[in-house]
Each structure stands twice: as C-alpha cells, then as structure tokens.
C-alpha cells in the first residue's frame, strides 16, 4: 500500500524514480556509441519534423491540431543539440560530415518554422535551446563562441521580422492562432488575476482551502492543478481529483499562461516550489559535473564516453530551456504530458552519474 501514491504530487515522485531506474540500466547495458546516438538523434529531428508539419497542415485544413510542440518539444530539441554536437565530434576527426549535416539543416529548419508556427512558447523554448546547446558544444571543444554580437544583432533583427510576418499571416488569413499580439493580449488577461490568486492562497503546504474549486471537499494540496498526463492516472485507476472537460477553464487559472513557480508553488505550497528548484539546480550542476568528466576522457583519446557525452549534450541543453520557459514564463511547459517529458530529460541527466561510476 505505501508504493500506491496518494496524491498527485507522489504519483510524480514515483514517475521520476521508476524512469531514473530505467535509464540507469538503459545507459549501462545498451551500447550507445556515437554512431548510435548520430541515428537516434537524426531519427527523432526528422519524426518531429514529420509530426509538427502534420500538425500544422491539420490546423490550416480542418482548424483541428494535436499540439505536438508542448510535450514533445523538448525531446525535438534533445535530438537537435545532439546532431549537432555528433557532427562535431565528427568533424574533429577527420569524418566529413557534408553529407549528415545537410540533412540536420533541413530537420532544423523544418522544425523551426512548423514548430514557431504552432506555438511562440516552443519557438522561446527552441531558440534558448539552441543558443544552449552551440554555448555547450563550443566550451567542450574549447573554442571561440559562434555568438558575436553582430550575429545577435542579426538573431533579433530576424526575430522581429518573424513577429511581423506571424501577425501579418494571421490578418490576412483570419487565423488568430498565429498572431503573436493576441498572445500577448491573452498573457495580460489571464496572468494578472491568477497571479493574485496565487499570492493570496499560497501556503507552506499547498494552499488555502478557499482558494480550491473542489472547495470543502477538496485537500488544499496536490489537487491537480499540476499533473501528469491524466490518461497516466487514469491507467493506473487512481482516484485523484482531476479536471475534466468544462473543468479545464477551471484549472486554467493556474495553467494558463502562468509561470511554473505560481502554478506548482500554488499546488504544493511553497516547500514543493522549494524541492522543484533543488531538483532543478541539482539536476543542471551535476549534468555539467558529469559531462566535463566525459570531455576530459575524450580529450585523453578514450571514445568510449563519446556516445553519452553527445546525448549528453543534447539532454542538458533541452532540460535548461524547459526549465527556463515553464519556471519563469509559461507552466504549461512543465505541466501534463510536458511534466512527464521534463522528468524524463531530467532522470536521462541524473543517471549519467552511476553510468560514469560504473565504468570509470
């Protein structure tokens, strides 16, 4: 009875541990060599590639979409970093890579434009990704930054013309989906009030009763606001409250275009908000910890770590930009299906450290 979790928060726990298991034997028994993760991590920028294109044609067909980007966006960005930093280990053996990297920029651009199409919020999350992702892979090859400040220039004066030209596809096709005013309308409308609910009803353990929908026949704590896919729960029949349907507009109020520290400091008051942070921190430091070991053993001539240092790579870079977007600017980032992806990442991260000790 004490492994069944209780509520919404120890269903989270568990996840995380069971997933940490997983990956611990996954990366000690399956030989993930550079060519491996170079073929997984093409497969995955051209799948989603292939996702969000079919997304973004449903959207414009039949005003119908799936909205891949959210959960799955951070796993598009995990391959990407990691292409990329395949390449370059790559090229710094002599490999040439004409061939592999024309195909990354086709993946990289498709998902790009399908995927910014679909939702700003994964554009912020793709772009800080990437920026990421070339900082990591230039100070593990010791070399100049590609960021110079005329290229950044450049990176916000594209930037400016994508907002433009987003606002003036959604004129024209009457698509308010695309317009990136309306988001920002929409962030002004429902961020301020959630905010004061928050402040208002945030406890050190969860939150005023008052403040819940479920009202007297709720806890005040782990109510579901934050949760993991509700088809996860529901597989498993447990009975955690949870909004369905009309509900939604319900729990909106905490989801909906507000930073993750509201939405889970809310939910499991602030000592939760307070463990989110460690596992956050703690999860960064120690990815950078690890992956430094593997850089000092490649430049030691050992291949052995060059696989895991690329996957490596990609992990951290999309763990840092899902951090960053759903804690500081939109929970739905790190929330539901986007929840689990970001446990995910994150245990890949932590379960290097017993891959390195068990080999070292």
């Known amino acids: ?88 280990v790559m090229k710094e053996s002599g490999v040439d890579i004409r061939p592999l990297r024309r195909f990354v920029i086709l993946f990289l651009a498709g998902i790009t434009i399908f995927g910014g199409l679909m939702h700003r919020s994964f554009l912020l999350l793709w772009l800080i ?18 960021f110079t400040a005329r290229r950044i220039m450049m990176f916000l004066g ?22 990136p005013l309306l988001r920002l309308g929409r962030i002004e409308q429902y961020s301020l009030s959630s905010i004061k609910t928050v402040l208002h009803n945030i406890q050190l353990i969860g939150h005023s009763a008052d403040a819940s929908y479920w009202g007297a026949e709720g806890t005040a704590f782990a109510e579901g606001y934050i949760t993991l ?3 996860l729960v529901l597989f498993f029949g447990l009975p955690f409250p949870m909004f369905f349907g009309i509900l939604v507009n319900q729990k909106d109020t905490i989801d909906y275009m507000l930073p993750g520290i509201f939405g889970y400091g809310f939910d499991f008051g602030i000592l939760g908000l307070v463990g989110l942070m460690l596992f956050v921190v703690g999860t960064i430091v120690i990815g950078f910890k690890v992956l430094k070991k593997y850089r000092e053993k490649r430049e030691k001539n050992n291949k052995k770590y060059l696989g895991r240092e ?51």
């Open 158 to 179: 594209a930037a400016g013309v994508g907002f433009v030209l987003l606002e003036i596809i959604a004129r024209v096709s009457g698509m308010t989906i695309f317009s």
């Open 310 to 360: 690329v996957l490596l790579t990609g992990a951290l870079a999309s763990f840092c930009a899902q951090s960053l977007i759903g804690l500081f600017i939109f929970n739905r980032s790190i929330n539901g299906m986007a929840l689990l992806t970001f446990i995910f990442v994150g245990t890949l991260i932590l379960a290097n450290v017993v891959t390195l000790k068990t080999r070292s």
């Open 1 to 88: 009875m004490l492994l069944i979790a209780q509520n919404h928060l120890q269903l989270i726990v568990e996840v995380a541990i069971m997933l940490f298991v997983v990956w611990v034997f996954a990366l000690n028994l399956i030989p993930l060599s550079l060519s491996v993760v170079t073929f997984l991590s093409l497969f995955i920028m051209g799948g989603f590639t292939l996702i969000f294109g079919a997304d973004i044609a449903l959207l414009v067909i039949s005003s119908s979409q799936a909205e891949f980007t959210h959960p799955f966006g951070p796993i598009a960005l995990l391959g990407t970093v990691a292409a990329l930093a395949s390449l370059k």
């Open 129 to 146: 990704g990437l920026f990421f992702g070339y900082l990591m892979i230039s100070k593990s090859f010791r070399e100049k930054s590609v």
């Open 229 to 231: 896919p509700m088809q």
